[in-house]
């Protein structure tokens, strides 16, 4: 086995690279067609699906003005090749290509459509395509994480669509491996990100890596290690009391190849504090009735929401055929209490892939999705109530990789 079929696997089904929170306040000046941008702005929601064929993956972006009770195709949206980017803040669009190098900027219009803008290559830095890591810092500053062109941050501007200095990377580099890094959560002017460390013949540091950025002088803050827990594909949560979350799924099927790992679990990074605290850690696996577990989505109050992958379920041994393992209904949605485990509790709906990924927070609603079959089947928007109730709120195929609210200037 090795780790590039794991990268493979995980591309576009976590998520991470469009979950950067909305800047409300983000503005520009002039849309392309020269309209009004005084007038009364507006919001559409933005969708994108992620669909597999036997010619490969093709991406789906489009503005929907209502989602409930509805099914969202395919036909009214911009196709993007393979595993696209979105990166949406404000009323800014860019979409980064899995397959070129470029950023394209794109307009939301009043009638639901996106309109082109400008775009911007980074081939001469070197890069073959967009990476997913990308984080917003300000209106006018961005963090691209690039683990494998250049071992850098490209820092860009998205007001301008330029791109400025870079942060070198090489102090996180251990022996043999390459950093990758999703988004990442910010507290302040720290940014705080897990590097997945891992080679290309089935190598990988067993433990957890974060690095933390002072996105105020562009430098690397510190490196936080700890190897009571490994992995780094499900990312982080920021607490309301300013508590950072490190969940360790163990690169998703690795515990499956090695019985030495830890349990799924969870690590936390106090309020004001660059360190892991020794005294907490919470058994993920425990809490789902002895399943491994992958995804983190922060619901507030000390509970998080995970998918616990149990192999009973399945067509296929994990360990013989691990991509058609993930693309079964072979996983549940089970929320963890950890002010409580024993309050833990399965959501009463159909198993879905491990590869769903995290939820949605888009203002006060929260959303998970329940894919059948990955890439490739039915899938439904879930949207948890605040009565704790599970309403479907749009049917779609593949899985839904971007999801959010984007304003428009009317």
Known sequence: MT??????????????????????????????????A???????????????????????????????GRTIG???????????????????????????????RWFPQADGSLEPGERISLAALGLSFIPFGNNFISDDKAYLFDGSGGIRVVIWDPAALEIGDQIDLRPLMKPDFLPEIDPGVLRDDLLFVVVQQQDFAGGFFPGIQVAVFNTATDEIE????????????????????????VFGDNYLVRQWFDDELPPSCLLRIPPDELAFDPAFFVDFNEA??????????????????????DESLG???????????????VSYWVEVDINNLSASRRLDLDAVSPRTGPGFEVGDRQFIQRPEAAFTGNNTLIEIAEDESLIEIFQTTGLITGFGRVEVER
Do not use: H
């Open 288 to 309: 789902a009735g002895g399943l491994p577990c992958t995804g983190l989505f922060y619901r507030g109050d000390g509970k998080f929401l995970t998918t616990a992958m």
């Open 38 to 68: 005084s007038t009364e702005p507006a919001a559409f929601w933005y969708v994108q699906t992620t669909i597999a064929s036997p010619e490969g993956r093709t991406s789906y972006l489009q503005l929907v003005d209502e989602i409930e």
């Open 222 to 245: 510190a490196v936080i290690e700890d190897e009571r827990c490994v992995g780094g594909f499900s990312g982080m949560a920021l607490a309301e009391d300013g508590s950072i979350y």
């Open 74 to 104: 395919t036909e009214n949206a911009v196709e993007l090749p393979g595993n696209a980017r979105v990166f949406v803040q404000g009323n800014r669009v860019f979409t980064g290509s899995a397959e070129e190098p470029v950023l394209q």
């Open 315 to 329: 067509s296929v041994d994990p360990r013989d055929a691990p991509l058609t393992f993930l693309n079964e209904p």
């Open 3 to 36: 780790a590039r079929w794991l990268l493979v696997a995980l591309l576009s089904g976590c998520g991470g690279d469009d979950d950067a929170p909305v800047d409300a306040g983000a503005r520009d000046a002039a849309p392309p067609d020269g309209s009004d």
